[in-house]
């Protein structure tokens, strides 16, 4: 048995993202190593940046681990078995399971692929849409679980590689088109990734650099580092007229999307709400989302309440 190292998730903290040229050369060994699992049969289930591990006896080798909850390559049709109606959870990490798998089908091949996706585009972003969702959950885990699924859909790969090298979004709409039963074309993407690995200059020394991205794509969440904290937008105590932008779910909460893109879904007159007068209880800036957050209290009409109400607002920096 081999004795690893870090995990990719402890090597590359940094919101800007992880060096283009390690993202590529990872690409490269993950596929390869998925590949080889999957011609023995079985299915991983739980790719994510906790279970890539980097070798002490070669630090520019990544050991995929963790096989607790593989299973072997289905054939047929597959099973579907809805963890909402069944209030049961799903197999693998929620940021990374695949759409199919979030709504309970059965694993295949293809899955295995969608979770690398997910975790190549986390890395080269830094972030993904859904994660503060799963890290800050304020509903129930079923909630949860229908909110990130629900964001999953709603970003293509085109959309989550915007800015950045297109194949990794080319790569994510891909294995959402593979059949249940289809064999994925490993070395078409491996061959994609070690063009863009050549066709971006990096040296053929194929060692891994974990040092923070020095990236021109900046966006909502990394805009303001070089420039400060700005001052809170609101003060405490004064009056404001708000307005819900979406109404609850059932599970208490509802759909959010970090990165703010409209969605139509969302905009029906069943997802209205009036605007009302409020008070501004607390107004500050959040350095570590990088975001304004606004608390106020809803004023109403009748007998004080013994507790006021509050609701909390969250406001995006403008890009």
């Known amino acids: 048995m081999e004795l690893l190292g870090l995990s990719i998730k402890e090597s590359s903290p940094h919101p800007r993202g992880t060096p283009l040229k390690t993202v590529l050369l990872l690409a490269d060994q993950i596929l390869s190593a998925l590949e080889y699992i999957h011609s023995c049969g079985i299915i991983h289930r739980d790719v994510k940046p906790d279970n890539m591990l980097i070798s002490l006896d070669d630090p520019n080798c990544i050991r995929l681990i963790d096989f607790g909850i ?52 986390f890395l080269i972003r830094g972030d993904l849409p859904w994660r503060s969702t799963v890290d800050h959950r304020d ?8 909110q990130v699924r629900e964001q999953k859909q709603r970003w293509s790969g085109t959309t989550l590689a915007d800015g950045y090298p297109t194949e990794f979004g080319q790569f994510l709409d891909y294995t959402r088109a593979l059949g249940f039963e289809q064999v994925p074309d490993y070395s078409r993407f491996r061959d994609m990734f070690r063009e863009l690995y050549l066709h971006s200059n990096f ?14 794509h900046i966006d909502v969440s990394t805009a303001a580092l070089e420039t400060g904290d700005p ?6 105590g004064q009056l404001v007229y708000v307005q819900l932008l979406a109404g609850p779910t059932i599970q208490g909460v509802p759909i959010k ?6 969605d139509p879904a969302f905009s029906q007159d069943e997802w209205l709400s009036p605007p009302r007068p409020a008070v501004v209880v607390h107004s500050a800036f959040n350095s570590s989302k990088r975001r304004h957050e606004v608390k106020v209290a ?22």
């Open 70 to 121: 593989a299973v072997q390559c289905p054939s047929g049709t597959p099973t579907i078995r809805d963890p909402i109606a069944g209030r049961m959870g799903i197999a693998g990490t929620i940021n990374w399971v695949s759409v199919n798998a979030s709504y309970g089908m059965q694993f295949s091949r293809r899955d295995d692929l969608e979770s690398l996706a997910y975790n190549l585009l």
């Open 257 to 262: 999307d970090t990165y703010f893109r409209h």
């Open 139 to 146: 509903g129930t885990v079923f909630g949860t679980m229908i």
């Open 298 to 319: 809803a004023l109403k009409c009748g007998r004080p309440p013994d507790v006021l109400p509050s609701i909390p607002t969250v406001m995006h920096i403008p890009a």
């Open 231 to 236: 001052d809170p937008i609101l003060s405490a």
């Open 203 to 216: 040296a053929d020394d194929r060692v891994l650099d974990w040092s923070p991205m020095e990236s021109s």
